[in-house]
């Protein structure tokens, strides 16, 4: 009898970055984890559709095998997004010169590395495109969040995906592209990066040491900001809770001989505690609303806000029959932004804009040295209070 696959891997792309010992994931997160599943955002709702829309338009343009679903009250904004998306995996395909009937092109493509590499890796790419003359394999990911830009340089999730793809599909491959496409997230909604299809081999050694140090009764359980996408996180995990424990016991006074070192890393652990922090209101929330209160809690509304349920037309004439006032007595008007503004003008006239507007900053953001930004200049106080009073 065949067996089943199940439709996730425990070990699957999108939590490798959680599970990798190698990159400083948590490799006991695994079997931590095993019968839990996580709890499904109405972000990730959206995006789930988003991808759905997406693959039926694309294999009915390519395949001609779905008609295209027609949805109703989608977000005003997720079809442009998808469009980003769909338009860029249609040019490449052309530009690639690929087959459709050799498989040149591959939407939702499924792939299964359990015995190339190690048992259960497996999972599906977004859209695999090959380029037969240069044989190149482009390997794409489409992201529909708009809070955090995903970075595609050395892309752990992107990386398993475009190995997948190269031992499932078997073309000759001389060079890998792995992109990814977020149209609501960041200045540059494709995001690219390519490497020799080699290099997948060193990867691929890393995936299996991976996966094989999941294995371990005694595989580490070790808390970072990965735990945010953690299942056994809010209920089962005890190490990033401990963890948050002891970094709050730890007293920093400008007064004392603190440990400087001690503070930097209760700093680097801040994100982890607040992903954690969020995920346990999360999961408790959801089960408060499902029936399962936590002991001692309970749910209260929330502040009622006002809002009007008749026409603006309606609501704008019982003004001006009460009141005896122009229409225009009932609107504000407000400038629109600088950027609102940009958006009106061609690149030559909004360089005249700019010199009507000026960039504030409205403090500082304390950050890891790794972050991209350039350090600030601070000013020393008292160096400052003696130039001001040398004018006095």
């Given amino acids: 009898m065949t067996e089943i696959q199940p439709a996730h891997s425990t070990r699957g792309a999108s939590s490798y970055s959680r599970w990798s010992k190698i990159h400083g994931g948590c490799p006991g ?33 390519f395949f001609g095998k779905i008609t295209p679903t027609v949805y109703k009250n989608l977000p005003h904004d997720m079809m442009s997004a998808v469009k980003v998306y769909v338009d860029f995996i249609i040019n490449a395909a052309h530009a690639a010169g690929a087959d459709v009937a050799r498989n040149h092109v591959l939407i939702e493509h499924r792939f299964d590395m359990s015995k190339s590499v190690y048992p259960g890796l497996f999972g599906t790419s977004d859209a695999v495109i090959y380029f037969p003359k240069i044989k190149k394999l482009l390997v794409a990911d489409y992201k529909h969040g708009a809070g955090i ?27 890998v592209e792995i992109v990814v496409v977020q149209p609501r997230c960041g200045d540059d909604p494709i995001r690219k990066w390519k490497f020799s ?4 081999l060193d990867f691929a050694a890393d995936l299996a040491s991976d996966a094989a140090a999941t294995e371990d009764p005694n595989a580490a359980i070790i808390p970072g900001k990965h735990c945010r996408f953690c299942p056994a996180a809010p ?11 002891a970094i709050a016991k730890t007293e920093f006074k400008p007064v004392a001989n603190y440990d400087a070192e001690k503070l930097a890393q209760s700093l680097a652990f801040i994100p982890a505690m607040e992903a954690w922090i969020k995920q346990v209101h999360e999961f408790a929330y959801a089960e408060a609303v499902a029936g399962r209160m936590p002991p001692g809690w309970k749910l209260v509304p929330k502040r009622a806000t006002r809002k009007w349920v008749n026409t603006e ?18 609107y504000e008007r407000k400038l629109k932004t600088p950027a609102q503004m940009e958006k009106l003008l061609s690149k030559q006239l909004g360089e005249g804009l700019r ?23 601070l000013v020393d106080a008292a160096t400052e209070f003696t130039k001001i009073e040398g004018n006095i």
Avoid at 149 to 175: H, I, M, R, W
Avoid at 197 to 200: G, I, M, R, W, Y
Avoid at 355 to 365: A, C, I, P, T
Wanted: a negative charge.
């Fill in 29 to 61: 997160s695994v079997k931590l984890s095993e019968g839990l599943t996580s709890l499904e955002s109405e972000y990730a709702k959206e995006g789930t559709l988003a991808h759905e829309i997406a693959a039926n338009t694309l294999d009915h343009y």
């Fill in 149 to 175: 830009a995903v970075e595609v340089e050395d892309n752990l999730q992107l990386q398993y995906y475009a190995l997948g793809a190269l031992l499932s599909t078997g073309f000759p491959c001389n060079e």
């Fill in 197 to 200: 299809s080699v290099e997948l």
């Fill in 235 to 245: 209920t089962k995990c005890t190490a990033i809770r401990d963890k948050a424990v």
């Fill in 313 to 330: 037309e309606e609501i704008v004439q019982y003004m001006k029959d009460a009141t005896k006032k122009k229409e225009e007595e009932f």
């Fill in 355 to 377: 010199k009507l507007m000026e960039s504030v900053s409205s403090g500082y953001n304390l950050v890891p040295e790794s972050d991209d930004r350039q350090a600030a200049k």
